[in-house]
């Protein structure tokens, strides 16, 4: 089943806490991007990746990294989180080609204390 | 302005009524147009996809881009309850590689039986 797979599903953390999370494609998309949700607000783009070994910032980028060694796998570093970090974050994937038809993850709810 | 508006709701229809839906945008070289449909605690899901102008129609759903008035539509017939969700506007340029997809706030709808 082609799919877009995170984890955890679910994360609770203090500040300063260094967390990753994972995410992984089996679609052999080369782009790849992280967003966050938050009320009000709707999606955000983080950051993306248009294939191995290059990404680039999104809209809100601040806080975060992102590493892309494999095809696959594109997983979210927070290495310092903090409160305004909290949010629902969604992982995507689409081929680069034939447009901009984002597959997403089931999402990762991160609540930082 | 923002670049994409949609009315958050809350939108409560009967079982059986037909539903509309809305945004409107200001960047007129945005070329892709897509529906995605949000369940409670689930990853957005593409519904519906239109390249540029026209109707699209998909079993009970209809989408309609108007790009004179920069206005796109979502229609479903028939409503049921487990249409019941929030329903996410997106759209981008055309051939542009790792443009962002720019994503409304999300209508909510409630279908009761």
Redesign the interface.
Known sequence: EAQVTQNPRYLITVTGKKLTVTCSQNMNHEYMSWYRQDPGLGLRQIYYSMNVEVTDKGDVPEGYKVSRKEKRNFPLILESPSPNQTSLYFCASRPLAGGDIQYFGAGTRLSVL | QKEVEQDPGPLSVPEGAIVSLNCTYSNSAFQ?F?W?RQYS??????LM?T?SSGNKEDGRFTAQVDKSSKYISLFIRDSQPSDSATY?C?M?PANQ?????I????TTLSVSS
């Open positions: 892709y897509m995605y605690r689930k990853g957005p899901e593409l996809y390249y996410l997106a981008s590689a790792g443009t962002a997809l994503f409304g706030k999300g």
